[in-house]
Each structure stands twice: as C-alpha cells, then as structure tokens.
C-alpha cells in the first residue's frame, strides 16, 4: 500500500516546528516521514506567502510534507493537549497549522544534456530504473552524433555526441522526493521543483 | 546543383559588398591619396629614427604604400567582420561555424583582397599580401604549429585525487607552463590530468572556471611564446624578456589573488563532499609520457630568442633574407626561427608515440583552425592598422582620443580598451589594434611608454579570460570538460557567475595597483 501524505502550511520559528516534530517523533517511538518542501525542493510559495516572509521578522511559513498517520496523531495529539486543559501553548497549537491538504500526485519536469557516451549510457539506466510509484511521461531522448567532427577544436567547436532528453516524472510524493535527490546529485541532469496536485 | 548556388551566390555577395570598397577607394585615389609610390628614403628614415635602429643603407626602393589617413571606416568592415564571425557563430549557429568556419574566413579574406585590389591596383594589393604573410603571418603561424605539436606530445599521467592543494598545484603548474609552452599547449596538456583527479567531486565547475582563468589565459603573460598577442608584440619589435621582465609583477599579483580565492572557494566546495575517494593523497602516482618534447620546447624558446637577437634589423639590407618590391621582407633570424620551428615540428611529430598523443585527445584539426582564421585576420587588419597610424587625425581618431589625453597614452583607458575588445573579439588582433593606436613603434613603446605597452599587454591576455570566446583555448578546455560530464555554465552564465564578480574586480585592482 502505498504511503500517502499531507502537506501542511505551518506558521512559526523554524526551529520551534522543527523541534516538536522531531520531539513527537521521538516521544511517540515512530519513524514516519516528514519533510520541508523549501529543502526538499517543492514548489510550494505563493507571491504573497514570499511577501509576507519577507515582511515578517519573526514568524515564517513553512510547508512541510508529511506522512498522513504522521499529521493524523500529531493533530490528535495537539487537540487532546490544548482542549481539556484549555491552556494555549507557545508551540504547541492548532492555530499554527494554516493549512492542510491531502496530495493526490507529484510531478517534476527535467531536462538533460551531455556529450559523453558513458555518461548518457548512466543517464539512460537511471531513467531507465525509476522506482516504482513513479511513471516517466513525454519522455524525450535524442541522440546525435556529428560524423566529421575532429577532436577538440578552438574556434569552431562541434561535440562529437551528444544526448539530450526532457520529461515528467509523475508519481507518489514520497518517492519523489527521493527520486529529486538522487537526480539533483546528478550533476547532468536539471530537475526542476516538485509540483504537488491536490 | 546545392554547391553551384552557394558559389554563385557567395560571388553575388562579395561583389555587392566590394562595391562600396571600390567607391570608397576610386574617392581616395581621386583626391591623391590612394597609392603613393614613394621614395622610401624617407619613410626608413623616419622608421629608422622612432625605432632607434641606426640603418645601414638607405636603399631607394618602390615600395608601394597607402596612406590611412582618408580611408574610408568601410575598409575596416572584413576586418570586423572576421572578428564578429569568430565571436558569434560559434554561439549563434555552431553546427554551421564547425563546417564552415574556412569558407567564412576565405570570404572576408576576399571581400577585403578584391576589392583593395580593384581599389589600389594589383602592384599595391600584392605587395601587402606578401609583405603580411612572409613577415607576420608565416612566424606566427609556425611557431603556434610548434608549440602545439610539442605540447600535444607531453602526456601527463597518475592517480591523483583532487583536493584544493593538490588542484592549487596543478593549476599553479599549468599557469607557470603556459608563459613557456603556450596557453592552448598548456591548457591541453593540464586539463586531462585536472579533471581525472576532480571525477570523483559532485563540486568541480570551479575547478574548470580557475583553470580558464589561469592556464589558459592569465599564464601565458610572461613571455612571447605564452599567447599569440604578445608574440605578434615580438614580431613587431617588443623584446622577448621585455613581456618577462614588466609582466611578472602585474601577472604575479592576478595570479596569487586568484590562487588565493580558488584555495578558499575549492576548500568549501570539498567539505561539501559527501563522498571521499579510498585512496587520498599520498598514494598518487605521477608520470610524464614524451618527456623529450620538453628538450624541443626549450628548443622553441631559444629559436625564437634566437630570432631576435641574431641579424633582426629589417631595415639593415645586411639582415634580410626576402626581398620584394625594394623592400625587406623577412629577416636572416626569423628565417631561420621558421627552419628550427619547422624542423622542431617533424622532430615532435616522429619522437613522440600515437599513445601520448591520443592521450591526450591531439588532432591538428585547432592548428588548421588558426591556420585558416588568421590568414583572413592577417590580411584584414592591414586596413585599420594603417586608419590607427593617422592618429587623431585619421578615421579611427575617436578610438584613438578615447585613450589619450593631451596627445599623451592614458594607461588605464588602454588597459581597459584593450581588455573590453579582448573579452569578445580575438585578443590578437585586437593588441595589434591597440598597440598601433599607442603609436606602433616597438622601441619607442619600450623605452618612453612602457607603462602603455604593458597596459596594452596586459589588457589583451589578462581579459580574455572574461568570456568563453576572449581567447581561443577557453572553447577548448570548456568543450573538454563537458565531454567529461561537467555542466559547463552557459555562455551568459560564466559572465554572470564568475568571470564579471571574480575577475572584473581583480582587474580594477589591477588598475588602481600597476595603471
């Protein structure tokens, strides 16, 4: 069963979130998944979220991927904290979590280019073995070789091979994420940020 | 049917561009100035006294000579037209430039040939012709076939590991070689070894960008044989350890700041690294492959030290070898620089093994390249060369006040002019510009002006190293590396990132320092 995920839209110090996350993780002895969209490299801002960041001096949003039974217990965890006691938390409350929203699928469009062949032979083998979850659409390779180029040249420079290929990866977050780390190692290959559907 | 079209249009466009040139020269030839067959009594007087050689003998001689003065600015047009092609097509329409380049250049060459031949006569056209090739263009050209064969046969080999002193090193060493073997010979010889050591780094553009910078410009700066400008300095009468002597201060200050900031920025880049090779330094393992071609590259620098040195007064009848016109075309010591250079070439050519070369990725095709663009840039600049000499009287005169002030050089205008031409045209041509704007005169340069001449130099290496397309080895070694899978930047990119917030500054440095 593939895992599904929320995002969430959370307002407050970076550390503070960062810390209740990682203290509930803790706590609960779990180790669901969690990320932040800036650093996983999810397209997540909007115009007016990167004004407000910037007006703001203290409290920044922060889109965070996670885990469904992750947000699920922690959104148990926090109504059951803040309502029988009736006490408003720095940290822990409701109120800092703005938003969030179940996602359906990610996708995420490249672009590649190189001009040695063991290199697009690597290229190729890792579109080629994309983990499962994930599906590679309009997948567009094309190889060229220029016959009577001659060695390296000054002036007029011609590479002997080149392979060029563009595409979308389209698939489960989760994977995704991992998918966009792998490729952002790969110097060769261009991703662009993840787009999340809801 | 294809070829026939191209030939008869490639005919149609050559006379609709001569036409204008024919014009512009029957106006010149109408008011008197065109072609003044002279007595030379006078003019090698004058060259005798500016360049403070004591001539032997006057020879009266019928040496055909235009006059720059009312040129029209048009005659300059295939000259910028060879250069801007080079600039551009090879951004523009690469595929195109790659099979096309020869045809490009022999058009200029032409549209510039015909009609200066129309326009001057046969006598006159010829005249410059030989006097171009056999003075200029055969030197340069031999001794670039030179070092590039002896340089293409120096294969260094090893296991190295690419850490920021060990790349420090190597592009300290490429920077050292390139005043000696050239910055392409360098650039070739160093660029394999540097980015075998750095496969293992996710972080290497760097890495490429400070080579450019370094090997294959910056480094050539120390004596003729580093970089075609300051070769064509040589020809033209600018003493070998002269480059030496006045550069070493200005290039070891760009060098050390360079240096410097490539150790800081590499040491980030490799903590970054979240993986490290098994095997660090200490177990690398070096070896040189062809190690007798350094033997025939000392034997270069001392042919061309040699040139200089031994019967080298054109204007002394006792050191010409080829005469034409009345006129001394090569001297003894450059001939016999072209001999050693040319036999130094097949030496190379039979020492060294098909496994250095093939190592080291050799072909003659870059040496063809140059062959075939210079041979138009040699021809083409005749024009503008004679404009510059008119001074601020003549039709390049604006160019020539922007960089002088009260009839005097200001070196900060020159370094600048220089090196804002020299970062998107051919730093060659582009010295040669410049260095008959500052008047022409070799010695005159050396002994009065020294500062603008080593502005002039200094402008012309050091700034082509701004652009992919400043100097002829940054395409080279860009090409290289992305054919090992390093992401190059892009054109705009290498400005934008590194060249423009690295280098810029370091030149302003430069100027406020040495200007």
Known sequence: MEKKYYELVLEGDYNAINGLLNGFLLGKNHDWTFYFSKKAGVKTETLIEVIADWISMKNKIHH??????????????????????????????????????????????????????????????????????????????????????????????????????????????????????????????????????? | MRKKIVILLFFIMSTCICIPFIHAANKAENAGLAETVHQSVAHEAETDNASGHESATAAVHHAPHIDGKDLSLLWALPFLGILLSIAIFPLLAPHFWHHHYGKVSLFWGLVLFIAFTIGFGPNTSFFYLVETYLGEFIPFITLLLALFTVAG???????????????????????????????????????????????????????????????????????????????LGFLKGVKFFWTTTHMLPIMGVATVILLALFFVIDTIYYKRETERPATLPGGAKIAIDGKANFILLAGIVGAVIFSGLWHSDINNPADVAIT?????????????????????????????????????????????????????????????????????????????????ADGQPVNKAFFWATGALSSFLDNAPTYVVFFNTAGGNAAQLMSELPQTLLAISAGAVFMGANTYIGNAPNFMVKSIAEESGIPMPSFFGYMLKWSIPILIPTFILLTLVFF
Do not use: C
């Open chain 1, 64 to 198: 965070i991927i996670m885990e469904d039974v992750f947000y699920k217990e922690l959104r148990k965890a926090v109504e059951k904290y803040n309502k029988p006691l009736k006490i408003k938390s720095k940290f822990v409350n409701l109120n800092y979590i703005k938003s969030a929203k179940l996602i359906k699928k990610a996708h995420l469009n490249f672009k590649a280019i190189t001009y040695g062949r063991q290199h697009a032979a690597e290229m190729k083998f890792l579109l080629k073995n994309i983990p499962a979850g994930i599906v590679l659409q309009n997948y567009k390779p094309v190889e060229k070789v220029v016959k009577d180029v001659k060695g390296v040249e000054l002036y007029a420079p011609e590479h002997e091979y080149t392979f060029e290929a563009s595409g979308t990866l389209v698939g489960n977050i989760g994977t995704m994420i991992d998918l966009k780390q792998k490729l952002d190692d790969y110097p060769l290959i261009e991703a662009d940020k993840i787009h999340l559907k809801f």
């Open chain 2, 153 to 231: 046969g120096i294969r260094l080999k090893g296991e190295l590991v690419g850490t920021p002193r060990l790349n420090t090193l190597l592009i300290f060493i490429g920077t050292f070689l390139a005043s000696w073997m050239g910055t392409t010979g360098a650039a070739m010889l160093m660029i394999r070894p540097v980015i075998r050591a750095n496969e293992w780094r996710k972080h290497k553009i760097h890495v490429i960008i400070f080579f450019i910078f370094l090997v294959a410009n910056i480094g050539g700066s120390l004596t003729p044989l580093g970089d075609p400008p300051l070769f």
């Open chain 2, 324 to 404: 034409a016109w009345g006129t001394g075309m090569l001297t003894k010591g450059t001939l016999a620089q072209v001999i050693i250079l040319l036999t130094i070439t097949v030496l190379s050519v039979k020492i060294t093994s098909k496994e250095t070369r093939d190592g080291n990725g050799f072909s003659w095709a870059p040496i063809i390249e140059v062959a075939k663009l210079f041979a138009t840039i040699f021809i083409t600049m005749v024009m503008p060369i004679a404009m510059l000499k008119a001074g601020v009287d003549g039709p390049l005169g604006a160019i020539v006040s922007q960089v002088t």
